[in-house]
């Protein structure tokens, strides 16, 4: 079992880059796959990307993302982070980062994530 809370979420311009963290407790973590997911106000949650545990080809995204947000972890501090880079007005959002157990896997559904940290808001606005 693990716990997750992000951090980094606040207010940027159109264009800025800031890292979100999603440092978690619990044993055994390197063995989870970790998602991001973000949601608007009044819209559904969206997986955004994850990072499982096949090295260098752990990184997913779902379409839109790849390229300018990027997944990545570090096992030995227990932290998954998630940068996001030229940021739009429509990244406002909160971001969640979730884990689920099967570590080799690509989940993309909300359903497939059994742990969930609480959330922590992204800004865009000139």
């Avoid at 207010?11 to 800031?18: A, K």
Wanted: some cysteine.
């Amino acid at each position: 079992q693990v716990q997750l809370v992000e951090s980094g979420g606040r207010l940027v311009q159109p264009g800025d880059s800031l890292r979100l963290s999603c440092a978690a407790t619990g044993r055994s973590f390197s063995t989870y796959t970790v998602g991001w997911f973000r949601q608007a106000p009044g819209k559904e949650r969206e997986f955004v990307a994850g990072i499982n545990t096949r090295g260098k080809l752990a990184g997913f995204w779902a379409d839109s993302f790849e390229g300018r947000f990027v997944p990545f972890r570090v096992n030995d501090r227990n932290t998954a982070y998630l940068e996001m880079h030229n940021v739009k007005l429509e990244d406002t959002a909160v971001y969640y980062c979730a884990a689920d157990a099967r570590g080799g896997s690509q989940p993309r559904h909300r359903g497939d994530y059994g742990y969930w940290g609480q959330g922590t808001q992204v800004t865009v606005s000139t």
